[in-house]
Each structure stands twice: as structure tokens, then as C-alpha cells.
């Protein structure tokens, strides 16, 4: 019996040393239960760039493309007397040079925001049954206009910018997308071309979200309508730099 009893006491220590443990691995693997959070992996290399590859990239641009760019608004700037691209934003003005056309070198966006934004195309293509495949980065261009349709400045008349938009794969090609409420209230995706033109033998959307579209994606001054409008899922208005 005394045995026993050393046994027991010699044994408590190893029991909850062992449970302490299994708690905190317990703990420690369920950070995020219902989400697909990637896992963060030191190790990973795919498509990342040491700086002195992006200093010979950043510069090949600077030597190929923007000179083409500052000597074609230079010049578009002398044929209309000088007058055009004056109001650009404090960020692209120089007092020094009069407000001379600065070629933009990047885009930034607010790091945070993104993060909503990626929630955001995630969720629509969830609630439509698709996945996302990749997201692409357009090349544009702003007008030189002072104001959008809408009414909102153009902070950077004739810059370059960059749109984001994500995709879903159709007969191993990739598309992008708007999404809108079918007949059946249930949440489908709009496919569009490499140009944002609805592809071609794409089924319409449902009446009452289309009479919607136009109003709500061009003009956000138009008047609210009684149907939930369709949501584009392309990204701008970025920050340019020069």
C-alpha cells in the first residue's frame, strides 16, 4: 500500500506536466478555426527580388519609358501654350518648375485597406461558389480633365495609374468579373474580357440588377434604386508619385 501511495505522488508531477503541454499545442493550433488564414513561411521565395535586381529594373524603366513619356506631355503641354496639367495635385506640383508634368514612378495604397479590399473580392466569389485564380494589374491612364463624370476631382490629370482586378477560371482561361443578385436572389458573377466589355455569349444578368448597373458604376450622384446594384470588384485610385 505504501508503495502504491509513492507511485501515485511520483506520478502527479509527470501527469500534469504532460496536460500542461497538451494545452498549450491545443492552444497554439487553433489561433484561427474558421478562417483560411495562410501560414506565414520563412522560406518563401516565389517571385521575391533582392534590391539590387529592383534598382537595375527601377532604372531600365527610368531609361526606356520615362523620357518617351515627359517629352510627349512636354510637348502636348507647349501645343496648348503651357496651360494644360497646371492643376495637378500638391504631391505632382513643383513651384520651382511652374507645375511641369512629372512622370508618375509608383502607386501606393494604404496597407490596411488592401487588406479590406482582398476580404472583400474573397467574399464576393465565396457567395457567388466560385474561387479566385489570379489578380491582375492593368495599366491606365487618367484624362485630362479636372473632374470625373461624377463630379470628383481627378487628383492626377494625364498620370499613369495601375487597376487591380481578380479573376475566376472558365475553360482554363481567366476572366474578369463583376458580380450581381440573379432571379433566384443568390449572388452570381459577370464575366468580362481583357477589356471590361461584357464577354460576348455571357448570360445576362437579371433585369432589375442590370437597369442598375450603368447608373451605379459610372455616377455615383445618380439616385438609389429599389434593386441591389451589381459590385465591380476592380480596384484604382492608388497614390502616384513621381
Known amino acids: 500500500m505504501e508503495k502504491a501511495q509513492k507511485f501515485v505522488c511520483r506520478s502527479i508531477p509527470f501527469f500534469l506536466l504532460v496536460f500542461f503541454y497538451s494545452c498549450v499545442v491545443d492552444e497554439k493550433k487553433v489561433e484561427c478555426p474558421e478562417c483560411d488564414c495562410p501560414v506565414a513561411d520563412e522560406t518563401y521565395d516565389n517571385g521575391i527580388i533582392f534590391p539590387d535586381k529592383a534598382e537595375k529594373l527601377y532604372g531600365n524603366y527610368e531609361n526606356r519609358r520615362v523620357g518617351l513619356i515627359q517629352d510627349y506631355e512636354d510637348a502636348f503641354d507647349e501645343e496648348k501654350g503651357g496651360k494644360q496639367g497646371q ?139 429599389m434593386f441591389a446594384p451589381p459590385r465591380s470588384t476592380t480596384k484604382n485610385e492608388g497614390s502616384s508619385h513621381p
Open 87 to 225: 492643376n495637378q495635385s500638391a504631391e505632382n506640383d513643383d513651384e520651382s518648375d511652374g507645375g511641369k508634368f512629372k512622370v508618375a514612378r509608383y502607386v501606393s495604397y494604404d496597407y490596411e485597406d488592401l487588406k479590406k479590399y482582398l476580404a472583400y473580392i474573397e467574399n464576393e466569389a465565396k457567395l457567388s461558389g466560385e474561387e479566385l485564380s489570379t489578380m491582375r494589374f492593368y495599366f491606365a491612364n487618367y484624362a485630362n480633365e479636372q473632374k470625373f463624370e461624377d463630379g470628383r476631382p481627378v487628383l492626377h490629370p494625364r498620370q499613369n495609374s495601375i487597376m487591380m482586378s481578380p479573376t475566376v477560371k472558365r475553360d482554363s482561361e481567366d476572366y474578369i468579373f463583376y458580380t450581381t443578385d440573379g432571379i433566384d436572389g443568390k449572388r452570381k458573377i459577370v464575366l468580362l474580357d481583357n477589356d471590361f466589355k461584357r464577354r460576348q455569349g455571357e448570360e445576362q444578368p437579371d433585369p432589375k440588377s442590370e437597369a442598375s448597373l450603368l447608373p451605379d458604376f459610372l455616377s455615383a450622384s445618380s439616385p438609389t434604386l
